[in-house]
T-cell receptor, first 113, second 113 residues
Framework: DQQVKQNSPSLSVQEGRISILNCDYTNSMFDYFLWYKKYPAEGPTFLISISSIKDKNEDGRFTVFLNKSAKHLSLHIVPSQPGDSAVYFCAARGSSNTGKLIFGQGTTLQVKP | EPEVTQTPSHQVTQMGQEVILRCVPISNHLYFYWYRQILGQKVEFLVSFYNNEISEKSEIFDDQFSVERPDGSNFTLKIRSTKLEDSAMYFC???????????FGSGTRLTVV
């Protein structure tokens, strides 16, 4: 089941620069997308989401962009901070009404001071 | 901030033994979930629970697995006869009916030996 894919297992950026994390999906029935951040030994923490009827959602340093025609979304973090170093998961809400989320494999972000 | 609480944080069990993983969701949430993450792999959906019954389950959630909400506050996942391949982090999550984003617990690391 590869409905949500994060093709970059890791990303390293300098503090203060932009981090761009990418996610692709295959199921056009997904109607809601979310980004979660995860530190070791903790559960995923919700960051930001976007409905499929929008193409951008911004919350402070975090912006999510959705390109429905390309079935692609991205998370931009500007400016990146060392505390942002974590694993970032993209997730899509399944087509059922249960709220099931389908996760990508995750991208490990390292922000260097 | 309200939290989802999971106990124990780490459980080691012998193959073939039964285990019960416990979760206390956020009190006014209505939807409850179990996910798991095998080391190095993606977070996978196991089961969703709403209105005191299972609303959806994955193919992983076979007859060895069961869930219960015995007293209106706890939400448990039982694995009847554990196998080596059940070793994973198990995450409980809950959400209100108002949003699509979940709150995850910190997880239980299950090690089957």
């Amino acid at each position: 089941d590869q409905q949500v894919k994060q093709n970059s297992p890791s990303l390293s950026v300098q503090e203060g620069r932009i981090s761009i994390l990418n996610c692709d999906y295959t199921n056009s029935m997904f109607d809601y997308f979310l980004w979660y951040k995860k530190y070791p030994a903790e559960g995923p923490t919700f960051l930001i989401s976007i409905s499929s009827i929008k193409d951008k959602n911004e919350d402070g340093r975090f912006t999510v962009f959705l390109n429905k025609s390309a079935k692609h979304l991205s998370l931009h973090i500007v400016p990146s901070q060392p505390g942002d170093s974590a694993v970032y998961f993209c997730a899509a809400r399944g087509s059922s009404n249960t709220g099931k989320l389908i996760f990508g494999q995750g991208t490990t972000l390292q922000v260097k001071p | 901030e309200p939290e989802v609480t999971q106990t124990p944080s780490h459980q080691v069990t012998q193959m073939g033994q039964e285990v019960i993983l416990r979760c206390v969701p956020i009190s006014n949430h209505l939807y409850f979930y179990w996910y798991r993450q095998i080391l190095g792999q993606k977070v996978e959906f196991l089961v969703s629970f709403y209105n005191n019954e299972i609303s959806e389950k994955s193919e992983i959630f076979d007859d060895q697995f069961s869930v219960e909400r015995p007293d209106g506050s706890n939400f448990t996942l039982k694995i009847r006869s554990t196998k080596l391949e059940d070793s994973a982090m198990y995450f409980c999550a809950s959400r209100s009916g108002q949003t699509y984003g979940y709150t995850f617990g910190s997880g239980t690391r299950l090690t089957v030996v």
